[in-house]
């Protein structure tokens, strides 16, 4: 039997593509941008197995037009960009990489909840723009970490290690989860409360958890009503998650006091948004797992699930789980028949 045909939709870190150019035959797509639509359509339509990132859009359409399709490797811990019900009517595994990039995302989470608080992209652009005259007593307050409570919506992964985080800066954890974590909740002194109410009473709320249909505007024009107006609002998470325009009227109101955001809706943010108009606002380019390490190790990890997938292995990072043991016996027979 030949090596299955495999689609990289961009250039990785690290080892992954060697490791693919071994045990497959591997198109790249090579250049800076995303494939465009026709060009994943035509790849996932000859392919027996992608590998994917957060940019490309995996839809019924384009799942359906891809009959040789065994597995979609996708490099992110999210995986709202495919269609996962479509994907399992097709018996298509998709795996994704948790684990081990929470840390790194948890680091970044912080970094950015700092940077809020203590101003720092504005302090920089203060300095650089010749506005440093002395130090003075009032320049540039900022708010207070350690004491304070932090609100984190979503207690998976990252939500655990950003709780990590914040226990050793001594603040006061309050969290909402689907689930209630009580191992958590006595490691850290956490305390669980309704969305509501953990709204109210947070300084500073981060958002962990996945996007979809029930988490998609989960902080609207209600919720950041029900925020403290020294609160600041920190998404490491997806961009929906938040209402973009009610952000906007809340933070030029002084409803909220800042934002710090590594996810907007869209992506990219159109270099004239509204947004970026605002001084309380914080800003990256969701880079938050974006450390040579993690990121060669995302790269890595997708490559081991999408050829644990084409050798007839039930990779340990399933997505749609609940299709992966059923899936096995057919992806045999399938791969047999292409022989
Ligand atoms: C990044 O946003 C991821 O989901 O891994």
């Given at each position: 039997?030949?090596?299955?045909?495999?689609?990289?939709?961009?250039?990785?870190?690290?080892?992954?593509?060697?490791?693919?150019?071994?045990?497959?035959?591997?198109?790249?797509?090579?250049?800076?941008?995303?494939?465009?639509?026709?060009?994943?359509?035509?790849?996932?339509?000859?392919?027996?197995?992608?590998l994917t990132l957060l940019t490309d859009?995996?839809?019924?359409?384009?799942?359906?037009?891809?009959?040789?399709?065994?597995v979609v490797s996708n490099m992110a811990t999210g995986f709202d960009n495919i269609d996962l019900a479509a994907a399992s009517e097709r018996s298509v595994l998709v795996t994704r990489t948790p684990g081990i990039l929470s840390e790194t995302v948890a680091d970044f989470t912080f970094a950015l909840l700092l940077a809020a608080a203590r101003r720092i992209p504005e302090a920089d652009r203060y300095v650089r723009a010749g506005r440093w005259k002395t130090w003075g007593p009032s320049v540039l307050l900022g708010r207070d970490v350690y004491g304070a409570t932090l609100g984190i919506v979503g207690m998976g992964g990252v939500g655990t290690e950003v709780a990590k985080r914040a226990h050793g800066f001594g603040m006061r954890i309050?969290?909402?989860?689907?689930?209630?974590?009580?191992a958590l909740e006595r490691r850290y002194g956490m305390t669980y409360l309704p969305l509501n109410e953990l709204l109210r009473q947070s300084d500073f709320v981060t958002l962990h958890v996945p996007l979809s249909a029930e988490t998609r505007r989960l902080i609207g024009r209600r919720e950041l009503r029900l925020m403290k107006e020294t609160a600041i609002l920190v998404n490491t998470g997806r961009g929906p998650l938040v209402d973009r325009a009610a952000l906007y009227e809340a933070l030029k109101s002084g409803q909220i006091a800042s934002a710090a955001l590594d996810v907007t809706d869209p992506e990219p943010l159109s270099p004239d948004d509204p947004l970026l108009s605002l001084e309380n606002l914080v800003i990256a380019p969701h880079i938050a797992s974006a450390s040579l390490a993690t990121r060669a190790h995302m790269a890595m990890l997708a490559a081991e699930n999408l050829l644990a997938a084409l050798g007839g292995r039930i990779p340990k990072h399933a997505a749609n789980r609940e299709i992966a043991q059923a899936w096995r016996t057919a992806r045999r027979r399938r791969l047999t028949s292409l022989a």
């Open positions: 039997m030949g090596k299955p045909t495999v689609f990289v939709t961009r250039r990785l870190p690290g080892g992954a593509i060697d490791l693919l150019h071994q045990h497959t035959d591997l198109r790249l797509w090579e250049e800076e941008l995303p494939p465009p639509r026709e060009a994943l359509l035509r790849q996932a339509a000859a392919c027996h197995g992608l859009r995996l839809d019924a359409e384009l799942l359906a037009s891809a009959p040789n399709l065994v309050v969290y909402h989860s689907r689930s209630r974590r009580p």
